[in-house]
Nanobody, 119 residues
Framework: QVQLVESGGGSVQSGGSLRLSCAAS????????LAWFRQAPGKEREGVAR???????SYADSVKGRFTISRDNDKRTLYLQMNSLQPEDTAMYYC?????????????WGQGTQVTVSS
């Protein structure tokens, strides 16, 4: 059974940092594309960053230069290092996994972890 469990969310002031983690189980982790999405109240879900099975990352323009996605295949854990956080980064953050990056929306998802940035 596929399971993704996010952690590391919290409340920080503008300019602060957080590191999110997503622990995975129940699938061949190293072969999967992994990603972070976020959704703020009243807004559509937004892709934040993704990393494919060979470790190539890509980012939304809104987070480039501030967020770093990484994966540890031995620990079966996905990370999102978030620096220079701004109030507009406030959202529920979800990790997702799929065999192909093009299938992330329909793939497996965690329950989310809340990030709140105050000005």
């Amino acid at each position: 059974q596929v399971q993704l469990v996010e952690s590391g969310g919290g409340s920080v002031q503008s300019g602060g940092s957080l590191r999110l983690s997503c622990a995975a189980s129940g699938f061949t982790y190293s072969r999967y594309c992994l990603a972070w999405f976020r959704q703020a109240p009243g807004k559509e879900r937004e892709g934040v960053a993704r990393i494919d099975s060979v470790g190539i990352p890509s980012y939304a323009d809104s987070v480039k230069g501030r967020f770093t996605i990484s994966r540890d295949n031995d620990k079966r854990t996905l990370y999102l290092q978030m620096n220079s956080l701004q109030p507009e980064d406030t959202a529920m953050y979800y990790c997702a996994a799929a065999l192909f990056c093009s299938n992330l929306i329909g793939g497996n998802w965690g329950q989310g972890t809340q990030v709140t940035v105050s000005s």
